[in-house]
């Protein structure tokens, strides 16, 4: 089965390291460490392997693959000898990597139109699983974050999304328009950041029409990860939390990203739904995000957690995690090429609320109790994985 | 269904919590912050109100419940106005506490003998069932931490352990022997410290016997807890842990006890489990406690943890837990009493591996997944609670 | 030397622990904790003693004082028994409290002119001062912090200041009106916030002419203590600090002043000052300040550093600062006031430098160093105290 | 001004490290980052230049120093791409270090005597400045922790100790050997560990007697350095410590020897010391080693402090330390061996009280306070440095 993954942001750090790791892997180099997909629970369920997985994408940046690999070797994300090693596996994916088509960029000057834009990325699409014999594409956008979308007639109704693209006019944030083009091309697509991706209804109707299915949104890689199980336990103990401030310090492109104001709201809207989800109120703090560029590629994120317990008494739970984002999302990337590759060949179409287990704000489900996300992910692609 | 909670340790301060804590939520002087009982999940099980429990209990301490709960509203630990208004509850409570039989002190001098101190403590439950009219008993070891059993060729069966009490010896740990006299007397029996209790082959037998439920052991109120929600974490995210180090600073009694290098043995052997149990391997680090008796009830934790992602990347995870052990104890004993008397009155025999959610170190069960542990609970209250 | 402590802000939290504090210290009931003038270093130098402080204020509050301890005892800022058996001092210093004159509000509508307001003031002072016979009063600022000042052409000189306000203008910031006042009467003025106060040109000249010292600005009592002797440390060690971020977590209304964006502006600036100066370049990071109402008068501080060192090798410190304001800055009223009178007593006219040991902002120093600011101040002490 | 830099111990993580960069610095590779005797305070004061030292030593450890480099680059203490353009270097200074002579193991046979084994390094030393031309050298003892000295009769004089050594006796712990022998071959030296050294009443007589400086004990490099500024910042604001309880995490060789309790309580005891010298009194808590291999050549300290406030305000701080040793030690060699050249060239005879600066268990001083030391050792190297 072998799967194409189409990556949106194909020289960033996420993109990069996914790459890297992919042959890493198939190389036999490393152990599939932080690959959810490879634990035991998931034996015997029919997902292409990491050797059947093929890269390509789309991205502005002209820095090659092997370049980009030895920076991050050089700040510590990816063992020192690996570029190195598999320079032909990263020539091979740089090939499939092509620039940004007119009309993608945020702004813009409003020429090429969408419709335009839109079908040249479907012919890249195309060209690469034609090209390459894939039984499937999956699209991942790894790409920067975006503000959220200005909301438009035209995201109504897959009907009037079709009339206004016919019209020339430019309904979609950049993320929802690499959605529709991959969904036009017949790939499964996953938001692997806050942007409104396949999140318009005007969207989940063309995923349901053309039998795909689509995820997001959000990949749940650190601090929130750890709500995802701190949160439930309060609940479960009947610890009243009463306030919950996350810091969270990030290097590199991320943090100088989501300094700006704009950008950052998707990402603290999704950063804060897991506390009133899981504990059934509302919570004072809030998530805050600062850059630090000498961080580089590097976070750390310190929450400081105010709970009250039997008879009032007060207590407190501060945590820091000090991670690597793009080590952490990586593995992330091949687990959901390889989820969205069963679930495409399974039939599945719309949402997959089963893979919330990855995000910090699931699409089709109100679930962020990383517990229960996992029983459901393993109990679904022990479902839908089963022999007919 | 009235239910006595009969407490090994009756004046100590999560026992002095406990019956504070409960006549304050039968006055509807305070939610029931902390309870996992009185959580939505259990509505409709039919547990003992909290207006039906009734305390008694040996102690060694001299002290009143009274003044006992003034030190700790002077101490923080309850809310200062509350001992004033529950005079008369905690009289009553104080009435039923009995001094400690001679035998039941650690070491003694070997009179009298276990037989005639079991003797007494059977006395003292069997009175207080009968002179209060209960339905049932609850018996819930909140004393101080004892050191690991020594072994004895009596702890193998029932038939030895009554042959070596007949002959006068002394086989059984202090603990143990509080649950072997619970058993005898008709008692459901709860530990909720490290020490031996029920976990003797001859007492499991023995509770089998007389159809009668145990439940232990140490009771999982703060570093533990965390752990037992962020181990699972990491594995579920096949993350691998490669050092967790757990350092404790304890005031108070608890914080003198461990401080004893023979009792802090089994402390920290239960401390310990949930690694293991959850990430599949051995860990580096362990777990450290220190007496700094200027906290006084409350302890802090700090936990570091070492893990490795994708192609190797290290990353940190640390926790600082500020919390106070009895006010996150004291809700747990009144939710133990609620679901053993539950067990009792179902006739459940021998250990109440559900109860593990409970617990640092849970008899009958191997899980310490504390999201599996609580949906055991659930789905085991539900269905031993549904009406015949 | 009975010396009068007239408080701006004077029923706010620092106001009234200062007062509740004096007349604890009076009536002998506690020690001296956390004031530097009772340190064994000033033993000698002719400070007024806590017996011949006095209490006055402005508060545009109505909530009398003994009302004010007892929620700060609530809140566990003082100890309970505590505004029980002071309440005669607290009443004392009650009514010696005055409505904020008509004119020293922010913003208000104009009337009267700022000329008038000052001549309130400077009525209630030195109404204060003769009515109970004091040697000298120091008035110092512990109200809310204001935005930066708007520039004024009257801020240049004493002449300029005078033409203004006889023309009926507003030139002045609430803080400096409070300050002009205070000269005018012939008081020392203290400016405890980071307010504007005395530091404009004209204020400077009238103190000079005045003969009266003045001194701040922005009480150091937690975060930016720590940095003013960690940084000096990576200074002496020729350790490279790369980026230095500090989230404060504020409870009260000092977090809900500051969560106002203008007047953090104040904050800001002063809690930047240490770094720049210490360190001799720009530290990325910053300083964020979010308002947490649950934590009521304590304040969490979560600093994060990371530095490098020989070789390049990068490192990292953290500290988390959980402290009382009102308890740190209370203390350091009264040592301000001492010294000042001192200061005052001693002809000292203009800034004292060496008060820059108890702020954020030291006026009229670039030292941000505490050993040596403290080295600074007791020098002074000593010299200026000697008996000529 | 040649200098030598004699290393007991050579091979170790700080040895190789001080190599390294010493070769990185005379190539100017690198900044002096960390070196604190290249700060601006002590420009024109006349210590050898950085190009003017030379290295040698003694181990009992076989890899040469390019492997040892390499394996330190691996671990992220030096940069990668350095120990292969100092080949050349590192060579040469391996070629100037010798084995540990027969006599030096700890415990040993008792073969041959100490006389003999002390003339074994009296050898190694003077060949080495003879056949480098070197003005002089400075021992420095970089080599592992060991158990408090044994007492013996020899330790109290010069007469006694060559008495014993005459008699063929072995009185001497392994560093007061290397001592001995440096004394005896006229070098100046230093204790970087808290082993012994000269720290005995016969080898100060001894230094005296030879003319020679002495400095040490246990270079101050982490968590003892900050509680060296943040002791005296609660001591000069009348802060009264309650407790205070450190913990370190320690990787390596350094966290494998401190694991032995035996040779921990010599770490412990100098780890104790700032804190009463500096607070006054003495304080809960303690300090805390744990071995963890996984951190490898890095460290993490967490401490956890109380304090209390004016009216007994309870408040805490906590720091979080994350530092590489061998980084932080390194510069410190090189400052010690240049500040120990100048004291032997101007004649300075005894313990060099004004290098407490360096050190936790400073000899000859009891001046624990970071800024004090520094002031202290700026002072002097002017002084002694002033041309005559």
């Given at each position: 089965?072998?799967?194409?993954?189409?990556?949106?942001?194909?020289?960033?750090?996420?993109?990069?390291?996914?790459?890297?790791?992919?042959?890493?892997?198939?190389?036999?180099?490393?152990?599939?460490?932080?690959?959810?997909?490879?634990?035991?629970?998931?034996?015997?369920v029919p997902l292409p392997g990491f050797d059947e997985l093929?890269?390509?994408?789309?991205?502005?940046?002209?820095?090659?693959?092997?370049?980009?690999?030895?920076?991050?070797?050089?700040?510590?994300?990816v063992p020192r000898g690996l570029p190195g090693v598999l320079t032909a596996e990263l020539d091979a994916a740089d090939a499939e990597i092509r620039p940004a088509p007119p009309g993608t960029e945020e702004g813009g000057d409003g020429t090429p139109d969408q419709a335009s834009a839109a079908g040249a990325i479907v012919a890249d699409l195309t060209g690469f699983r034609e090209r390459l014999g894939l039984d499937r594409v999956v699209v991942v956008n790894v790409s920067s974050t975006q503000p959220p979308a200005v909301p438009h007639p035209a995201h109504a109704s897959a009907?009037?999304?079709?009339?206004?693209?016919?019209?020339g006019e430019r309904p979609l944030p950049v993320s929802s328009l690499y959605a529709y083009a991959a969904l036009r091309a017949g790939c499964a697509f996953v938001d692997f950041t806050p942007s409104t991706g396949a999140r318009l209804p005007a969207l989940d109707e063309l995923a349901r029409e053309q039998g795909l299915p689509y995820a997001g949104s959000d990949g749940?890689?650190?601090?929130?990860?750890?709500?995802?199980?701190?949160?439930?336990?309060?609940?479960?103990?009947?610890?009243?939390?009463?306030?919950?401030?996350?810091?969270n310090l990030l290097?590199?492109?991320?943090?100088?990203?989501?300094?700006?104001?704009?950008?950052?709201?998707?990402?603290?809207?999704?950063?804060?739904?897991?506390?009133?989800?899981?504990l059934g109120h509302a919570v004072e703090g809030g998530v805050h995000i600062h850059h630090v560029p000498d961080l580089g590629e590097w976070k750390t994120a310190w929450d400081h957690v105010t709970f009250e317990g039997f008879l009032g008494a007060r207590m407190t739970l501060q945590f820091t995690w000090q991670g690597c984002d793009s080590s952490l999302a990586a593995p992330l990337v091949l687990d959901l090429a390889r989820f969205m590759a069963l679930a495409h060949h399974a039939g599945v179409a719309g949402p997959v609320p089963e893979l919330g287990f990855f995000f910090k704000d699931p699409v089709g489900s109100a679930e962020h109790d990383l517990a229960a996300q996992y029983a459901s992910l393993a109990g679904w692609a022990r479902s839908v994985g089963a022999p007919a």
């Open positions: 089965m072998r799967t194409g993954i189409w990556l949106v942001g194909a020289r960033g750090s996420v993109a990069t390291t996914t790459v890297v790791g992919a042959a890493a892997l198939r190389a036999g180099l490393v152990p599939a460490t932080g690959c959810v997909s490879a634990l035991e629970a998931f034996d015997g093929v890269f390509g994408g789309h991205d502005v940046v002209g820095t090659g693959l092997v370049k980009r690999a030895e920076q991050l070797a050089e700040a510590g994300v009907a009037a999304l079709r009339e206004a693209l016919a019209r749940k890689t650190g601090e929130t990860l750890v709500k995802s199980v701190l949160a439930p336990m309060f609940a479960r103990r009947a610890l009243r939390v009463r306030s919950w401030s996350g810091t290097g590199g492109g991320d943090g100088a990203t989501l300094a700006d104001p704009e950008r950052v709201v998707s990402k603290n809207a999704s950063k804060g739904l897991v506390l009133e989800a899981e």
